[in-house]
């Protein structure tokens, strides 16, 4: 399921976000005008993530405290599945002292309720990874968001599938694709219609094209469960290529086929993250992921931070929008890749 910006409040801040193949690639920004008045004393921040079960929260929150220690922040992560949670977590970290909150919500049309809760503890909001909404489904504008560019990216995924598949002398007619969609997540959509668009602009058949939803747990296990009916349904493929919005789910996508004696040889799988597929390459075996796009959990964990800082500290507001890209990485570049980016390979 895979670009440097700045914030025209960080003066000095210039982090270089790796592009697609040929070289890198500011991120793109959309002004915020105003600011707020400076707070006096200790600042403290909240981070909400909606799953610290994922190796991208987790490494994101990292990068979030390595910073929150450098500037002298008082930061508190915390994990919120639902919107109730979230809600929760934001009158308890308001109760602490905290003056301001990054967030990726597990509910992301639940921006209005989010944000009428921080107002009314006179908190500062950023959203960060997934955009917040408001009920009508329309990004919440005024807050301000670091976010990655979805369908870029997966135009990116859609190429790197495509220029194996002609490597490998696939006929598209012949080949099967498996996205696993989350359905409910405007970024996971954005993702998906990308790699679909590039596909089906290269000659792909939008007919091999077989959307399967991925609901409840967003894990490998579940996009297992959600790829068998689309694989039952069409067994008369022998080659099919893997897509969606992380890495999670083209591994639970190529563990389905697998189980059905499909080899590596026969699978192409291009994920987004970086984390779990460097994982899979690390173990020497055969394996379906080709290649995932490395986003940059540095840049959104350690400069949501400062932006966040500078706000509560100073009374500069943020850019309104930032986004990043990713890089392609395979078996081939990926440890140098990540040492660049400053990801950890576990």
Request: one cysteine or more.
């Amino acid at each position: 399921m895979k670009k440097s910006f700045a914030y025209c409040a960080l003066a000095g801040l210039a982090l270089i976000v790796s592009g697609c193949g040929s070289g890198d690639k500011a991120a793109e920004t959309t002004p915020a005008g105003g600011a707020t008045a400076p707070a006096k004393g200790a600042v403290k921040i909240g981070f909400i993530v909606k799953s610290m079960g994922d190796s991208w929260f987790q490494t994101e929150t990292n990068f979030a405290k390595e910073e929150a220690k450098t500037l002298g922040v008082d930061l508190t992560v915390q994990e919120a599945l639902n919107g109730n949670a979230v809600l929760e977590t934001i009158d308890t970290m308001a109760t602490n002292g905290v003056q301001g909150i990054i967030i990726c919500s597990p509910e992301t049309q639940l921006g209005t309720a989010i944000k009428a809760a921080t107002d009314r503890h006179k908190m500062k909001l950023m959203s960060v990874d997934d955009r917040l909404v408001g009920s009508d489904k329309k990004p919440l504008t005024e807050i301000p968001h670091l976010g990655i560019s979805a369908f870029n990216i997966g135009k990116q995924v859609g190429g790197a599938i495509a220029d194996e598949m002609k490597k490998r002398g696939w006929k598209p007619e012949e080949v099967g694709a498996l996205a696993i969609t989350a359905p409910n997540l405007e970024t996971a959509q954005q993702r998906v219609k990308g790699a679909e668009e590039v596909l089906t602009a290269g000659g792909f058949k939008a007919a091999n094209i077989f959307e399967a939803p991925w609901t409840g747990s967003v894990d490998i296990a579940s996009a297992s469960d959600a790829a068998n009916a689309v694989l039952t349904a069409h067994s008369a493929m022998k080659k099919w290529v893997v897509f969606s919005s992380n890495d999670d789910g083209v591994l639970g996508g190529i563990r389905s086929i697998s189980n059905r004696g499909i080899p590596p040889t026969d699978i192409i799988g291009v994920g987004i993250n970086g984390m779990l597929a460097a994982g899979e390459w690390e173990k020497g075996q055969p394996t379906g992921m080709y290649a995932s796009i490395l986003l940059q959990p540095k840049v959104h964990g350690a400069s949501t931070v400062e932006a966040m800082f500078k706000w509560i500290k100073d009374g500069t507001q943020p850019q309104a929008e930032t986004y990043t890209s990713g890089t392609v990485i395979d078996k081939s570049n990926y440890k140098d890749a990540m040492q660049k980016a400053g990801v950890p390979l576990k």
